[in-house]
């Protein structure tokens, strides 16, 4: 089952504007992650943010995450044409061991 | 130089063929994983394993086996039971469950 949903499906940006990405989900969680795929490739962990934390940053990325209304998001800023890629939100559940992904957000950066 | 490899890149499979998909890591890692995308979706879990010789069902384990004799690896074997095997598989590993997974490649498993 996909706990995580990402919004936008698909998101297209010129090069050095910020892009931002939303992940919702719907129990309770123990962290949330996000991952970066560049086309036939596997994961890159890019962030991981505790269910006590609030806000997160790496380098050009920020992540917010808000418990109460479930959901997070991924601000990456000054985009690069690098930064083409999609992007997945994962959750870990507070039960079980495993990580749940969203469908991910394709996003395009522009020259 | 520590990563995950995956093997082969690509795989093809004949009807009523088992084929087996190589996961090995040397990241002292307890935890592995199995992962199916299909195109333009996200990973669904087939197995998962916490420790040597120990192993749970995914989301999506019909048609497919796992082992895990040792540490470092995790192969995958897709069976005949799985009618729909055309996807992309992908390997993770981590130091334990609920944390920063790290990915192989993937292999792509095509059917003749």
């Known amino acids: 089952s996909q706990q995580g949903e990402e919004d936008p499906q698909a998101l297209s940006i010129q090069e050095g504007e910020n892009a931002t990405m939303n992940c919702s989900y719907k129990?309770?969680?123990?962290?949330l992650q996000w991952y970066r795929q560049n086309s036939g490739r596997g994961l890159v962990h890019l962030i991981l943010?505790?269910?006590?934390?609030r806000e997160k940053h790496s380098g050009r990325l920020r992540v917010t995450l808000d418990t109460s209304k479930k959901s997070s998001s991924l601000l990456i800023t000054a985009s690069r044409a690098a930064d083409t890629a999609s992007y997945f939100c994962?959750?870990?559940?507070?039960?079980?061991?495993?990580?749940?992904f969203g469908t991910g957000t394709q996003l395009k950066v522009e020259l | 130089d520590g990563g995950i490899t995956q093997s082969p890149k690509y795989l093809f499979r004949k009807e009523g063929q088992n084929v087996t998909l190589s996961c090995e890591q040397n990241l002292n890692h307890d935890a592995m994983y199995w992962y199916r995308q299909d195109p333009g979706q996200g990973l669904r879990l087939i197995y998962y394993?916490?420790?040597?010789?120990?192993?749970q069902k995914g989301d999506i384990a019909e048609g497919y086996s796992v082992s895990r004799e040792k540490k470092e690896s995790f192969p995958l074997t897709v069976t005949s039971a799985q009618k729909n095997p055309t996807a992309f598989y992908l390997c993770a590993s981590s130091i334990m469950a609920k944390e920063t997974q790290y990915f192989g490649p993937g292999t792509r498993l095509l059917v003749l």
């Open positions: 394993s916490q420790i040597v010789n120990d192993f």
């Open positions: 994962a959750t870990a559940g507070e039960g079980g061991n495993k990580l749940t």
């Open positions: 129990t309770s969680i123990n962290n």
């Open positions: 943010i505790r269910s006590n934390e």
